[in-house]
T-cell receptor
Framework: DAGITQSPRHKVTETGTPVTLRCHQTENHRYMYWYRQDPGHGLRLIHYSYGVKDTDKGEVSDGYSVSRSKTEDFLLTLESATSSQTSVYFC??????????FGPGTRLTVL | AQSVTQLDSHVSVSEGTPVLLRCNYSSSYSPSLFWYVQHPNKGLQLLLKYTSAATLVKGINGFEAEFKKSETSFHLTKPSAHMSDAAEYFCVVIRMDSSYKLIFGSGTRLLVRP
């Protein structure tokens, strides 16, 4: 998967707890993205990063924050998880104007 | 603004018969277009991409797509379906601003009957 790993791959947590998902790349790509995939909605962009410490919101950013302190790592944090955040989360990377390469996904269940 | 529309949410074919998955796009610029495939419980894999070179693009696993500007279409085809082609397929356009965000179609689920 183009040198992209996500951790954890599966997580079950309870409402109100903080959760951090990690995306790690070995490709040195500038852009990194976090998506969520839900039935009937396809993939929706949560946040993205265009460089170290440079991030911006996507279309479904409420309840999520991100950080990128190194080129290779992009963290997605749910400050206080809710059941509506149960989803499959995908990280992606790209270089300028090119296709994105996706990680294997993290299945998150919030009880 | 850029967008893509996948015209069929589900397509069912018999093994060995041709596959056609339809996608129309809307773009103010000359678009970069992609097809991704997602097998059950897997991540997304790039099938092929169009970036204003040849209008007929060949991808992996025997798939190809033709960019037709006059019809604003980028349909995905394969001459002969295989059982392993059963998956969900996404037509995608890249947003040509500083974000380079992908804009996804809603997906087409391909069922291959034995």
């Amino acid at each position: 998967d183009a040198g992209i790993t996500q951790s954890p791959r599966h997580k079950v947590t309870e409402t109100g707890t903080p959760v951090t998902l990690r995306c790690h790349q070995t490709e040195n790509h500038r852009y990194m993205y976090w998506y969520r995939q839900d039935p009937g909605h396809g993939l929706r962009l949560i946040h993205y990063s265009y460089g170290v410490k440079d991030t911006d919101k996507g279309e479904v950013s409420d309840g999520y924050s991100v950080s990128r302190s190194k080129t290779e790592d992009f963290l997605l944090t749910l400050e206080s998880a809710t059941s509506s955040q149960t989803s499959v989360y995908f990280c992606a990377i790209s270089e300028v104007q090119n296709e994105q390469f996706f990680g294997p996904g993290t299945r998150l269940t919030v009880l | 603004a850029q967008s893509v529309t996948q015209l069929d949410s589900h397509v069912s074919v018999s093994e060995g018969t041709p596959v056609l998955l339809r996608c129309n796009y809307s773009s103010s610029y000359s678009p970069s277009l992609f097809w991704y495939v997602q097998h059950p419980n897997k991540g997304l894999q790039l099938l092929l991409k169009y970036t204003s070179a040849a209008t007929l693009v060949k991808g992996i696993n025997g798939f190809e797509a033709e960019f037709k500007k006059s019809e604003t279409s980028f349909h995905l085809t394969k001459p002969s379906a295989h059982m392993s082609d059963a998956a969900e397929y996404f037509c995608v356009v890249i947003r040509m601003d500083s974000s380079y965000k992908l804009i996804f179609g809603s997906g087409t689920r391909l069922l291959v009957r034995p």
